[in-house]
């Protein structure tokens, strides 16, 4: 059974800091690894797709990077501004399962 | 090019009661899946259509049930309500499979039960 972990579950950091979230998995037969965020009472916006024969990518000042072998997925943020407050959430799509399984989630705070 | 809308945004039922919730996917899209995302167990998939036909499904009681039109709309229905029901429900379309193409989430139903 897949399990998925984020650490932290929380983080606090100044405006302008580049900070990076982590997500594990515990299974390595994945089709994709997806990053979401989620402001709070709202649907989640996807903002990466990596598919499991990539190792990386990249959108505006957002990069996620995908080890498969290990089980380790970061979500890189540049330059974060109060507006990236949100909890991000990572979610792997498993071979076998036919669906994704998500993890906690980070709820992270940039303070202006 | 419209997201993914589902409605009603908000629900409140009494226990016992039924529910049926609805989604839109974006145009184009053929593949729904359902989540049910709550403080204790977090996102939990509940089941994903393709093309009308259900193509996997979670580990949930039968009183959870969906269909896909041929439209590619879904509804999803609880029947018997019960007060662990109450919960955010998150419809996702894909352009294909979510294997291939990931997920696009709608703003999610919350449901009350009461």
């Known amino acids: 059974k897949q399990e998925v972990t984020q650490i932290p579950a929380a983080l606090s950091v100044p405006e302008g800091e580049n900070l990076v979230l982590n997500c594990s998995f515990t299974?390595?037969?994945?089709?994709?690894l997806q990053w979401f965020r989620q402001d709070p009472g709202k649907g989640l916006t996807s903002l990466l797709l990596?598919?499991?024969?990539?190792r990386e990518q990249t959108s505006g000042r957002l990069n996620a990077s995908l080890d498969k072998s290990s089980g380790r997925s970061t979500l890189y943020i540049a330059a974060s501004q109060p507006g990236d407050s949100a909890t991000y959430l990572c979610a792997v799509y498993n071979t076998n399962a036919g669906k994704s399984t998500f993890g906690d989630g980070t709820t992270l705070t940039v303070k202006p | 090019k419209a997201g993914v809308t589902q409605t009603p945004r908000y629900l409140i039922k009494t226990r016992g009661q039924q529910v049926t919730l609805s989604c839109s996917p974006i145009s184009g899209h053929r593949s729904v899946s359902w989540y049910q995302q709550t403080p204790g167990q977090g996102l939990q998939f509940l089941f994903e259509y393709f093309s009308e036909t259900q193509r996997n499904k979670g580990n949930f009681p039968g009183r959870f049930s969906g269909r896909q039109f041929s439209n590619s709309r879904s509804e999803m229905n609880v029947s018997t309500l019960e007060l662990g029901d109450s919960a955010l429900y998150l419809c996702?379309?894909?352009?294909?499979?979510?294997?291939?193409?990931?997920?696009?989430f709608g703003s999610g139903t919350r449901l009350t039960v009461v």
């Open positions: 299974d390595s037969a994945i089709y994709n």
């Open positions: 996702a379309s894909s352009l294909g499979t979510p294997d291939n193409y990931g997920y696009t």
């Open positions: 990596i598919q499991s024969s990539q």
